[in-house]
Every structure is written in structure tokens, then in C-alpha cells.
């Protein structure tokens, strides 16, 4: 029973001495605590501040970049490269013999300026697409590089007002038409 009791009385000791221990006393604090924490909260202000303006500034790179890229859709050059992987597609379902291809052909052509000036110069109808294209498929089945000219010829102006000026009537006029376009698109290339 001694033990018991000598065990409450150490207990009980240790408790009064934890709680004085945790208890801090007058200089706990530094003198200078209201400095150091306005210190840090100008610290987390202009940190935050920081965040703001390089999200600001990262804002407007998205913005530039964005308007960069507006632009560029509208470029010349950039259609052209969409225009060309549009002629691949072509080139596939001519060498696939679609009945289709000279009706995309042509609803690409009236869609693009330049090519429509040309159609309208001519008053070319979807029937004479069909009949220049199977002249070129009969004379120039060939390519250049990667174009295939029987499809190419239809993507550039001066290809289109070649062959909207210069009708095949004969052997003879389908070999000097194709003569020149196989020259022209190789010269295209270089």
C-alpha cells in the first residue's frame, strides 16, 4: 500500500511540475514580436503581389500568343499548308479512282479566291472539271514530287488558267499539256 501511495504522490508531482513547466512566463515573448509579425505580413503582401503580376504578365504571353496564332491561321502560307494536305486527301481517292474526287475539286476551287477568279474569267462549270480531269488522268498521270498533277493542277492559279485556256482537243494537244504541267510542277519544287 506504500508503494501505491508513494506512486500517487510521484504522479501528482509530475503533473504540477509538467503544468508549471508549460507555462510560460513574462519573457516567453520576444520584445519585439508586433515588428516581426508585420514583417511577415508584408512579406506574404508582396509575395503576393509577385503571384499577381507574374500571372498578369503570364496572361498576357497567353493572350499574345493567342492573337499570334489568329493571325497566322490567316496567312497565305499557312493555308497553303492546309490546302496541301487537303490535295494529299484528293490525291488518295483519285489514285483510289473516286467518282467524288472532281466534286470536291471543284467545291474547293469556288471556295478559294483566287481560284474562283480564274473559274469566273472562263465560265467554267462542274463539267468542264470533269472533262479537263479525265483529259489529265488520259495525259498526265503522273507526279512531282508528292503532287499528284491530274489534282494539282486544280490548287494553283496559274495551273487552273493553263488548263481552262488551253482545251485538249487531241492526242497531241493532251502531250504538250502535259508536258508543261510535268515542267511547271517540277519547276514548283525547286
Not at 497553303?80 to 488518295?92: G, R
Request: charged content about 25%.
Amino acid at each position: 500500500m506504500r508503494k501505491i501511495f508513494f506512486a500517487i504522490i510521484l504522479a501528482l508531482l509530475l503533473n504540477v511540475a509538467t503544468v508549471f513547466a508549460d507555462t510560460p512566463d513574462e519573457d516567453f515573448m520576444p520584445q519585439d514580436f508586433e515588428k516581426i509579425m508585420q514583417e511577415k505580413k508584408e512579406r506574404e503582401a508582396q509575395l503576393q503581389r509577385e503571384i499577381i503580376q507574374e500571372l498578369l504578365i503570364g496572361g498576357a504571353v497567353l493572350i499574345v500568343i493567342f492573337v499570334g496564332v489568329a493571325k497566322l491561321s490567316n496567312t497565305r502560307k499557312f493555308q497553303f499548308v492546309k490546302d496541301y494536305f487537303y490535295m494529299q486527301k484528293l490525291t488518295n481517292l483519285a489514285k483510289n479512282e473516286s467518282a467524288s474526287v472532281v466534286n470536291e475539286i471543284y467545291a474547293f476551287c469556288i471556295t478559294r479566291e483566287y481560284l474562283r477568279e480564274v473559274i469566273a474569267k472562263h465560265n467554267a462549270t462542274l463539267n468542264d472539271f470533269e472533262k479537263i480531269y479525265h483529259d489529265l488522268m488520259t495525259y498526265c498521270n503522273a507526279e512531282s514530287g508528292k503532287m499528284f498533277i491530274p489534282v494539282a493542277t486544280f490548287f494553283f492559279a496559274s495551273s487552273l488558267e493553263y488548263v481552262l485556256a488551253n482545251k485538249i482537243k487531241s492526242r497531241a494537244d493532251g502531250e504538250k499539256v502535259a508536258s508543261t504541267l510535268k515542267n511547271y510542277f517540277d519547276h514548283l519544287r525547286q
